[in-house]
């Protein structure tokens, strides 16, 4: 009799449990559909989809594409020659490429490799560049510093 009425109530949970992730699960969709049927026909007006997608490329190109905010250099640096916004923890890049010899006592590309300070020792022995991100660094560090 117990085992009976304790698989019933069991079951009747399981039950209702299940019952109430299909509801969900259905009204979830419902309740998406016409949304996604609202926003169809404006994302297919064309000229506009072309414009937004220009305009993400261009910022891409500039705040996300780039070497300094791929290994996490903009957590602690700005650029603000290049127009790259940074945490403040580090100083503005802009004029690292002809600065840091006089500063730090070894030209830039020396320094990357094994910095003389200590917040980038640590920044740079945790997570060394590779010859070619060091190149690409320098790269963008010398055309901020020519502007
Ligand atoms: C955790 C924060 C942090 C990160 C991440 C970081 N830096 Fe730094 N960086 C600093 C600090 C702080 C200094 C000042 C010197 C010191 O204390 O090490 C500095 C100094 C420098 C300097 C010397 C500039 C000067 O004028 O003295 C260069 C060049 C530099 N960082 C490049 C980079 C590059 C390239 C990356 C990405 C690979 C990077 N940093 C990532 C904090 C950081």
Known sequence: MNKAIISFAISLVIGFGLGYLV????????????????????????TTEKQDT??????????????LNSKGCLGCHAVDALGLE??????????????????????????????????????????PLTDEERTQVLDMLKQASEK
Do not use: C, R, Y
């Open 23 to 46: 509801f969900g699960v259905i009204m979830g969709d419902s309740d998406k559909q016409p949304q996604v049927a609202q926003t169809e026909p404006t994302d297919a007006s064309s």
């Open 54 to 67: 220009e305009a993400v490329k261009e910022t891409a190109s500039v705040d996300e594409a780039n070497i």
């Open 86 to 127: 940074g945490g403040a923890t580090g100083p503005d890049l802009s004029k690292a490429f002809t600065d840091v010899e006089g500063k730090h006592g070894k030209p830039i590309e020396e320094f990357l490799k094994e910095p003389t300070s200590a917040v980038m020792s640590g920044v740079i022995g945790g997570n």
